[in-house]
């Protein structure tokens, strides 16, 4: 791939020269490529970059010293994996901690990488923030920037995150074919979306509804605690009004105390390296939830559940083109601003229209003020009952989550 000098914002004399690595870590999505591919074309532009370094499965194939040259590789082949999901150098659920930091900056200054550009979540701009703070206490001149991928939408500073408008589009879709499943075959059903804290994603489909018949009638979010009443109650009256009810409700759903109701029922002892219990792979919160509206009711009724699962975070051929392009613009970004001479940092966005006229434009957010904290889903767009969400939010998402198919009515 040729280096086009004539774009570079420095002279060549005052760029860090070395080399690079990029890694991928935490839920895999539909567009976490379009960032990667977007990093190896914009560094292909910089003599200053000697080689840039893919680590397979993130922080852990930097540690294990596990490498893939992405230098000189064929633009064909590079379009065809921004288009394809899930990570292509391979993710990691490894949470760094400082013990760990220090390996993986042992490394890289083992291998003269002086650009360290990292995919993912809050815990990944932890750990870029923490790979930072060592090079500068070391005195080791190091660009560590942080470009932001998750489903969950819940990243501080930033007004959205790339992978979440393709997984909403998806989940808009799914439940608007199950909602004309449930119209066909009447009753009540229940299913689980991702979102172990926050609600983003489950809000989404919020988007499948047309009309005020259309499903989901009922929206449950972690930020808007219910019990288990109040939640048969609710079930109970759309149903006397519609003869059916359609529900989305978070994998995270919080009870009236404070504490999630997967935690409470779940039957499996398998915790992620957060410490945190299965969810996705689990149907037991739905199979829970239909239960209990089951016992609340006296007549026999057709109630089901279903768990979205996994497929809502990397389904192939269904991207959000808003989420394709803002993810790619995240990677050419994070290149810009470490060849800017800026020594750390994360891509954000900002809003800069609505509806038709939806923009946004990039800035650089301090890693400190994204690692670790999740930015929840604001109380400005629940409703006053607790089991939806308002125009307001659609307003938000619609345009991140693009076009989805036209149901047609007799």
């Given at each position: 791939?040729?280096?086009?000098?004539?774009?570079?914002s420095?002279p060549?004399?005052?760029?860090?020269k070395?080399?690079?690595v990029?890694?991928?870590?935490?839920g895999?999505?539909?567009?976490?490529?379009q960032?990667?591919?977007?990093?190896?074309?914009?560094?292909?532009q910089?003599?200053?970059?000697?080689?840039?370094l893919?680590?397979?499965?993130?922080?852990?194939?930097i540690?294990?010293?596990?490498?893939v040259?992405l230098?000189g590789?064929?633009?064909?082949?590079?379009?065809?994996?921004?288009?394809?999901?899930?990570?292509?150098l391979?993710?990691?659920?490894?949470?760094?901690?400082e013990?760990?930091?220090?390996?993986i900056?042992q490394?890289l200054?083992?291998?003269?990488?002086?650009?360290f550009?990292?995919?993912?979540?809050n815990?990944?701009a932890?750990?870029?923030?923490?790979?930072?703070e060592?090079?500068?206490?070391?005195?080791?001149?190091?660009?560590?920037f942080?470009?932001?991928?998750?489903i969950?939408?819940?990243?501080?500073?930033?007004?959205?995150?790339p992978?979440?408008?393709?997984?909403?589009?998806?989940?808009?879709a799914?439940?608007?074919g199950?909602?004309?499943?449930?119209?066909?075959?009447?009753?009540v059903?229940?299913?689980v979306?991702?979102?172990?804290?926050a609600?983003?994603?489950?809000?989404?489909?919020?988007?499948?509804?047309?009309?005020d018949?259309?499903?989901?009638?009922?929206?449950?979010?972690?930020e808007?605690?219910?019990?288990?009443?109040?939640?048969?109650?609710?079930?109970?009256?759309v149903?006397?009004?519609?003869?059916?009810?359609?529900v989305?409700v978070?994998?995270?759903?919080m009870?009236?105390?404070?504490?999630?109701?997967?935690?409470t029922?779940?039957?499996t002892?398998e915790?992620?390296?957060?410490?945190?219990?299965?969810l996705?792979?689990?149907?037991?919160?739905?199979d829970?939830?239909?239960?209990?509206?089951?016992?609340g009711?006296?007549?026999?009724?057709?109630?089901r559940?279903?768990?979205?699962?996994?497929?809502?975070r990397?389904?192939?051929?269904?991207?959000?083109p808003?989420?394709?392009?803002?993810?790619?613009?995240?990677?050419?970004?994070?290149?810009e601003?470490?060849?800017?001479?800026?020594?750390s940092?994360s891509v954000?966005?900002?809003?800069t229209?609505?509806g038709?006229h939806?923009?946004?434009?990039?800035?650089?957010?301090e890693?400190?003020?994204?690692a670790?904290?999740?930015?929840?889903?604001p109380a400005?767009?629940?409703?006053?009952?607790?089991?939806?969400?308002n125009?307001?939010?659609?307003?938000?998402?619609?345009?991140?989550?693009?076009?989805?198919?036209t149901?047609?009515k007799?």
């Amino acid at each position: 791939m040729p280096r086009r000098r004539d774009k570079l914002s420095k002279p060549m004399s005052d760029l860090l020269k070395g080399n690079a690595v990029i890694g991928q870590s935490g839920g895999p999505t539909a567009v976490i490529n379009q960032s990667l591919v977007a990093v190896i074309e914009a560094v292909a532009q910089y003599d200053a970059i000697d080689k840039l370094l893919g680590a397979r499965h993130g922080v852990r194939g930097i540690v294990e010293r596990r490498f893939v040259d992405l230098n000189g590789l064929d633009a064909s082949l590079l379009e065809k994996v921004a288009q394809t999901p899930c990570a292509a150098l391979g993710s990691t659920r490894d949470k760094p901690d400082e013990k760990y930091c220090r390996r993986i900056f042992q490394v890289l200054g083992r291998h003269n990488v002086r650009y360290f550009f990292y995919i993912g979540g809050n815990d990944s701009a932890d750990a870029a923030r923490i790979v930072n703070e060592m090079a500068a206490e070391s005195n080791y001149e190091l660009r560590v920037f942080h470009i932001p991928k998750t489903i969950d939408n819940d990243l501080r500073v930033t007004d959205h995150c790339p992978g979440y408008g393709s997984a909403a589009r998806f989940v808009a879709a799914a439940i608007m074919g199950d909602d004309r499943d449930n119209a066909s075959l009447p009753g009540v059903k229940v299913d689980v979306i991702m979102g172990r804290s926050a609600g983003w994603l489950a809000a989404s489909s919020m988007l499948a509804r047309e009309d005020d018949r259309d499903g989901p009638h009922l929206i449950y979010v972690p930020e808007s605690p219910v019990s288990r009443e109040k939640f048969v109650s609710d079930v109970l009256e759309v149903y006397g009004r519609l003869g059916r009810c359609l529900v989305a409700v978070s994998e995270g759903i919080m009870d009236e105390a404070g504490r999630s109701w997967a935690q409470t029922i779940t039957e499996t002892t398998e915790r992620d390296s957060h410490g945190n219990i299965q969810l996705s792979g689990s149907g037991a919160l739905g199979d829970y939830m239909a239960n209990l509206v089951k016992a609340g009711v006296r007549q026999k009724l057709r109630i089901r559940s279903d768990t979205f699962g996994y497929l809502q975070r990397s389904f192939p051929g269904f991207a959000s083109p808003t989420d394709q392009a803002e993810a790619r613009l995240a990677g050419t970004k994070a290149v810009e601003y470490a060849m800017a001479g800026h020594v750390s940092g994360s891509v954000a966005f900002k809003r800069t229209g609505e509806g038709e006229h939806y923009g946004i434009e990039c800035f650089r957010a301090e890693l400190k003020d994204v690692a670790k904290e999740i930015k929840r889903l604001p109380a400005e767009y629940i409703n006053d009952s607790g089991n939806g969400v308002n125009e307001a939010f659609r307003q938000y998402v619609a345009p991140l989550a693009g076009e989805l198919p036209t149901i047609a009515k007799l």
